[in-house]
């Protein structure tokens, strides 16, 4: 459930948009706090790669249920919520870069900005968001929404 008022995907004829996902599992938050202080690089991948992975379940709704539609990623955005000092955002974001790329080969290759942040929702110490274009002749979804 949304915790602001904001859809999970916007649809734009082929164009999916999707809504920034944190690193929640089973309706919990997996990691809270900052990365470099509370948390190292390792764990910030595994909370980017939880964040994908969410994306991932909504990108499928906006498929009607089949990630075969997927022509290809085209932006990831990612922000961690990390001290002020810490370098290593970009490799942290590389966890959602990476399981689009091992799920969807070269479809999967984006372009990308990874930002260091205050704070995130919920105390998260990763947020993702993406887009990406499907095959909208193979979806019922052709219209934007």
Not at 22 to 51: F, M, P, Q, S
Not at 68 to 87: I, K, L, Q, S, T
Request: proline share 3%; with cysteine; aromatic share 6%.
């Amino acid at each position: 459930m949304p915790i602001a008022n904001f859809l999970p995907f916007r649809r734009n004829g082929d164009t999916v948009f999707l809504a920034g996902q944190i690193c929640e599992w089973n309706g919990a938050v997996a990691y809270h706090g900052k990365i470099g202080v509370d948390h190292d690089l390792a764990t910030g991948v595994k909370a980017a790669r939880i964040c994908a992975l969410n994306l991932l379940a909504v990108l499928r709704e906006a498929c009607d249920g089949s990630l075969d539609r997927v022509v290809a990623c085209m932006r990831v955005g990612g922000f961690v919520n990390c001290a002020p000092d810490y370098e290593n955002v970009p490799q942290v974001i590389n966890g959602a870069s990476d399981l689009f790329c091992e799920l969807f080969g070269e479809r999967g290759s984006h372009s990308r900005t990874a930002v260091g942040v205050a704070t995130l929702p919920r105390g998260a110490t990763v947020e993702v968001d993406a887009i990406f274009v499907v095959d909208c002749d193979r979806t019922s979804r052709g219209k934007a929404r």
